[in-house]
């Protein structure tokens, strides 16, 4: 069936990482064999959205539990210089949210560092000179504050665990992302006007270790339609040439996507549509219009992969 979509989620690159992150967790984590103990970051950029930051670490840690519930969750917390105005920064606060739901352990880094700031025991730029990526000072001491959390909890007998709780227990976003996954393009219904590519080893490529191949097109006579069961449904895509799409389920609607890391290089970049209230047959089609970013060097539409929930 086609539905009409109320509206497209472009979300801000916070958002995205937590997104992307829980629909590749089951291929690009889970299936890679026998996971002890997973630590789940996503802190250091400010996200403005609660629903879609809960949807994504929830599901991380739902899909988690469900096919793998060996494996025990603890989240991380790091430091940047936009999330240091205080001791629990707003996207902390609602990761923690998740972790308390769940009865699961965090380290955070930041309200270490901060405290350690504020006391004029450090200069976080000196650690990390960009204000995310630590070096090799900034890595030591993050690895201080892990080692200090482990020696305790993994005491023997002592209280404090690193399990997490049973599925069982009811979500806090009934519409997260718990059966977030990757599908390979060839799933397509159609794929009318494309033509398969892959990168070269000279094309800018970032935020991306995995296969580069995928289908392209820039012509408007193209169309690319897919169909899937689920809760939600989207695109994977990518690109320093991107245009802009039109994306139906009913009426069609344009959206770009492209943004300030798209002329750097080839980068992935989703595409989500609205969360329905139920698992149903979700069918959707795409197309390019001609029109491009004005940054954008081309009109072109590059698929990398289908998401779906």
Known sequence: ????????????????????????????VLENGKIDLLFVEF??????DREESIRGMEGIVRQCRRLSPGTDICFLYTAAEKNLSGSNP????????????????????????????????MEWTEL????????????ALYASFL???????????????ISGSALSIPPLEERNYEYGNLLDFRGADHADGFELRELTPEDPLMNWRFGTEH???????????????????GLLLYGPD??????N??????????????????????????????????????????????QSKGTSLRILKLMYN
């Open 1 to 28: 069936m086609y539905l009409s979509w109320k509206s497209i989620f472009n979300y801000d690159l916070p958002e995205r990482k937590r997104t992307l992150g829980t629909h590749r967790l089951q291929a690009h």
């Open 242 to 247: 991107s245009g802009i799409y039109s994306l």
């Open 128 to 139: 990390a000179p960009d204000g995310y990526h630590p070096n090799d000072d900034g890595h």
């Open 43 to 48: 802190s250091v950029n400010n996200g403005s």
């Open 249 to 294: 389920g009913g009426p069609f609607s344009a959206i770009n996507l492209f943004d300030e890391w798209c002329p750097l290089a080839f980068r992935p970049i989703i595409a989500m549509f609205g969360i329905q209230e139920q698992r149903l047959e979700l069918q959707v089609t795409v197309r390019i219009t001609g029109d491009k970013d004005e």
């Open 215 to 233: 289908l392209f097109t820039d012509s408007r006579e193209a169309s690319f339609s897919y169909t899937v069961t689920g809760q939600s449904v």
């Open 90 to 121: 707003f996207n902390i606060a609602v990761h923690e949210e998740v972790a308390k739901h769940y009865d699961l352990p965090s380290v955070n880094f930041v309200a270490r560092v901060y405290a350690q700031t504020q006391a004029g025991q």
């Open 147 to 161: 080692q200090e959390y482990l020696d305790t909890a993994l005491v023997p007998d002592n209280t404090c665990s």
